[in-house]
């Protein structure tokens, strides 16, 4: 008989390109969504919660140069008895998703309709250092308005909620660009000729790596790059090429300055001239709320999705440095981006419905966070009641249950109660401010011994024993007086493990 072989065991390990949250990490990006929410809310935005799948007919064309309907996204087809069904995908943005609901539902939404979201997308690319294919998104979107107050109003909400979670004013910047200014610049430079406009925006784009010579070079017959492989231009002259450089270095000194050279750079362009009067507006609307160029600025060089957005661009950076890997200084970078898209919805509807909008990065949000060292410390653990008598369970849930009815966070050590020790080296493990003890003796004279373990680990760290016996870290208190003498230990160990943000104060 032949031998049957085992199935051999899976491998306990994340799949490439995902990765695991634990604990702190989990309740920081948790504490982070609630302060941003709170903003949106404050504004008027309304909470949505869509479907993680979508049809990929409705997610439409999510990568740039990709033909192939699931490429991009971790997709499958459904079947039935009869034939083959729909691609469906996990959703590769909140934004696509947003579009499909207000097409099925616009004629019982508000319009405009201003709504949130949050909540992780799916994308099946390649993974890289800090680059995963699982991560959270955070957006607030207003549709059916076409008034560049709603575009202002994206960008102030966007301040206000960086320095929310943390980021104070000067450590950011918000740069607003209009991708109408740059059709403008398009027609200022005769090119007409949708492949090469498309070559031209694609240049447009590397402004920030190659600089105003590279762009110079790359529009017309090319250049070599870092490694000396040569890259072949866009062939436009010298005359053609001068109102993008223009546009790439139209910043002033000051709004009216840099709204001035726009104009110029633009020509006689209508749209080009619409754009620039659609940034000016913006900018005075923004002053008008005291949103300065300490926070906001127009700047002509954010060229990002300009094959997607219509009108207004927007992008977060953050200006602070932070050192690299490799132990070198360097900006931190972008944490947001958005602007206006008015012709998503018209996929689902036939008709053209405008709409602006912005995504926060949040896992790049709070590693510049812990990167300033602003989040990331010790994660304070609950209370942990030990066990000396298994016999005497309920009493220690009593125990337990007493401190959470007063916003304590608390457990009770559910493990094997026999060896003490293991018991408070599973507190230390939790990271738990305080042991609680309570054996025969002590129940018996009705008092309960309170063991500070933030202190005693200090204490044990360089303390003498003279010391040690001056400053004790364990205490015997009245059973009735446990619950004030545990919040006054939390509050001399800066903390107060209470049970989450609706817990009462402890």
């Not at 997709?75 to 097409?103: I, M, N, S």
């Not at 060896?419 to 009705?446: C, H, M, T, W």
Request: charged share 30%.
């Amino acid at each position: 008989m032949a031998k049957v072989k085992k199935t051999p065991r899976p491998k306990a390990e994340t799949p490439k390109g995902f990765r695991d949250y634990f604990g702190t990490e989990v309740t920081e990006r948790t504490e982070m969504l609630a302060k941003i929410a709170a903003v949106y809310h404050r504004y008027g935005f309304e909470a949505l919660e869509s479907s993680a799948v979508e049809t990929v007919e409705a997610l439409g064309k999510f990568l740039p140069d990709v033909d192939r309907p699931n490429e991009g996204v971790f997709a499958w087809q459904e079947f039935d008895e009869k034939d083959q069904g729909d691609w469906l995908a996990l959703r590769y943005d909140l934004t696509a998703p947003l579009a499909r609901v207000y097409a099925q539902h616009r004629n019982d939404l508000p319009t405009p309709y201003r709504r949130f979201a949050m909540g992780p997308v799916w994308r099946n690319e390649k993974p890289g250092p800090g680059r995963f294919r699982q991560f959270y998104q955070c957006d607030a979107d207003t549709v059916g308005s076409a008034s560049v107050a709603a575009d202002a109003e994206i960008c102030a909400m966007l301040a206000d909620c960086l320095e929310e979670v943390g980021i104070p004013r000067g450590d950011y910047i918000i740069r607003v660009n209009n991708r109408k200014v740059l059709n403008g610049v398009l027609e200022a430079m005769g090119v007409t000729d949708e492949a090469q406009a498309a070559d031209v925006l694609r240049t447009i784009d590397k402004f920030d790596k190659v600089g105003e010579e590279g762009v110079r070079q790359l529009l017309g017959k090319g250049r070599l790059d870092a490694s000396g492989a040569y890259i072949d231009g866009v062939g436009l002259d010298e005359a053609q090429a001068e109102p993008v450089l223009a546009f790439l270095t139209s910043k002033g000194e000051t709004v009216a300055e840099t709204l001035a050279n726009l104009r110029a750079a633009v020509g006689g362009s209508a749209v080009g001239a619409e754009g620039v009067d659609e940034l000016e507006e913006i900018a005075s609307l923004l002053e008008a709320q005291g949103y300065g160029a300490d926070r906001i600025v127009i700047d002509p060089s954010v060229v990002r999705g300009l094959g997607y957005y219509t009108g207004p661009v927007f992008e977060a950076e953050l200006t602070f440095e932070i050192l690299d890997e490799k132990g070198r200084k360097r900006q931190f970078g972008s944490v947001s981006g958005g602007g206006r898209y008015d012709g998503l919805v018209k996929r689902f509807t036939g008709q053209e419905v405008p709409a602006t909008g912005i995504s926060i990065g949040v896992d790049r949000l709070l590693a510049a966070l812990r990167a300033k060292g602003r989040v990331g410390g010790r994660a304070e653990g609950p209370v942990v009641v030990t066990v000396m008598d298994k016999a005497r369970m309920a009493d220690y849930q009593a125990i337990v249950g007493e401190l959470r009815r007063e916003g304590i966070r608390a457990e009770v050590y559910l493990g094997n109660p026999k060896n003490f020790g293991n018991q408070l080296k599973y507190a230390d493990k939790r990271n738990s401010p305080i042991a609680v003890i309570e054996g025969e003796d002590e129940k018996a004279r009705g008092v309960v011994q309170l063991k500070d373990l933030i202190l005693g680990a200090k204490i044990a760290e360089n303390a003498t024993l003279e010391e040690w016996k001056e400053r004790p870290s364990q205490f015997e208190v009245p059973r009735d007086q446990m619950v004030a003498k545990i919040r006054e230990i939390l509050a001399s160990q800066g903390g107060d493990s209470s049970s989450g943000p609706d817990a009462e104060e402890t």
